[in-house]
């Protein structure tokens, strides 16, 4: 951090707390980071759902968990695209 002239104060967060429900989409949100679809200028357009079944598969979840863990992440996809294309 000293590199960029950064002291543990600049960047400390509060903590966050997940809920035992949102765990498993958080952790592969987490993973996801890396694989945004980006549409030229206009910067990221989505997640590269290939990548996001992949892993949602060896999670060996049933049909219904499945569908409400794509829908979680879906939720923070949403999320993090309208915070990434805020104007600031």
Not at 60 to 82: F, G, K, N, V
Request: proline share 3%; no cysteine; glycine share 8%.
């Amino acid at each position: 951090m000293a590199a960029f002239g950064l002291t543990a104060e600049d960047v400390a967060a509060d903590p966050v707390d997940i809920w035992p429900d949102n765990i498993a989409a958080f952790q592969i949100f987490s993973l996801m980071g890396t694989q945004w679809r980006v549409g030229g200028m206009g910067g990221a357009t989505g997640l590269d759902y290939n990548v996001m079944y992949r892993k949602m598969d060896r999670l060996s979840l049933s049909p219904d968990d499945y569908d409400a863990l794509e829908s979680d992440l879906q939720i923070m996809e949403s999320a993090a695209l309208e915070l990434m294309h805020q104007k600031t």
